[in-house]
């Protein structure tokens, strides 16, 4: 029912559906499957936090769904199989490093998967989590991991760009198509970015 009531307000802008909460009270979400599909068959992104409480099995369960997107999802770093299976499916991991730490699902930011995951080719984007909860706005999260993790100008850029390109803007692909353009177009000008246009 939430997923129909949700598809009711796609031309208001609503152009996703997620499944989040305790994973670790409920990790199963296979009694969901009805409410993804209805979701994805009236045209909404599908994505589910998974990760953030119970490791790379958690992350694993959630693939069930067929997620384009897994918001968290930085221990599957742990499971090289996982691993290669977000690359082929491709799934894109939403990783918010400073959440993490908050939670305590990551002791640090200096040992937060996100740089060693975007260099071993795991598609990855960069998130503040909920914003009112992490306190944290999206360029101090980029200055903070850039500090932390050492990640360049240009691989901050690739990340920057994937997000672009797996945003829930499946209603409207002209305006995805204009926006990477622009990004392209801004890159290929500065030296530091070149690497990534």
Same mark, same amino acid.
């Given at each position: 029912?939430?997923?129909?009531?949700?598809?009711?307000?796609?031309?208001?802008?609503?152009?996703?559906?997620?499944?989040?909460?305790?994973?670790?009270?409920?990790?199963? #979400?296979?009694?969901?499957l009805a409410?993804?599909?209805?979701?994805?068959? !009236?045209?909404?992104?599908?994505?589910?936090?998974?990760?953030?409480?119970?490791?790379?099995?958690?992350?694993?369960?959630?693939?069930?769904? +067929? #997620?384009?997107?897994?918001?968290?999802?930085?221990?599957?770093?742990?499971?090289?199989?996982?691993?290669?299976?977000? !690359?082929?499916?491709?799934?894109?991991?939403?990783?918010?490093?400073?959440? +993490?730490?908050?939670?305590?699902?990551?002791?640090?930011?200096?040992?937060?998967?996100? $740089?060693?995951?975007?260099?071993?080719?795991? #598609?990855?984007?960069?998130?503040?989590?909920?914003r009112t909860?992490?306190d944290v706005?999206? #360029?101090?999260?980029?200055?903070?991991?850039?500090?932390?993790?050492?990640?360049?100008?240009?691989?901050?850029?690739?990340? +920057?760009?994937?997000?672009?390109?797996? $945003?829930?803007?499946?209603?409207?692909? $002209?305006?995805?198509?204009?926006?990477?353009?622009?990004?392209?177009?801004?890159?290929?000008?500065?030296?530091?970015?070149?690497?990534?246009?």
């Amino acid at each position: 029912m939430v997923a129909r009531i949700a598809a009711e307000f796609r031309d208001a802008g609503l152009t996703g559906f997620d499944f989040a909460g305790p994973e670790e009270a409920f990790p199963d #979400p296979t009694p969901h499957l009805a409410a993804f599909e209805e979701a994805r068959s !009236k045209g909404l992104g599908i994505t589910i936090h998974a990760g953030e409480w119970d490791g790379p099995d958690q992350v694993r369960r959630a693939l069930v769904v +067929n #997620p384009s997107r897994i918001a968290h999802g930085a221990p599957a770093e742990g499971d090289p199989t996982l691993l290669e299976e977000l !690359k082929s499916r491709p799934v894109t991991l939403d990783l918010c490093p400073t959440s +993490n730490v908050q939670s305590t699902s990551v002791a640090s930011l200096a040992e937060h998967p996100l $740089a060693r995951l975007a260099r071993a080719g795991v #598609p990855v984007t960069l998130s503040t989590d909920d914003r009112t909860v992490s306190d944290v706005t999206l #360029p101090e999260e980029y200055e903070r991991v850039q500090r932390a993790l050492g990640l360049s100008p240009a691989e901050l850029w690739r990340i +920057n760009r994937h997000a672009l390109a797996v $945003a829930f803007l499946q209603h409207d692909e $002209a305006l995805r198509g204009h926006l990477i353009e622009e990004f392209d177009t801004f890159a290929a000008a500065e030296p530091l970015l070149r690497e990534s246009a």
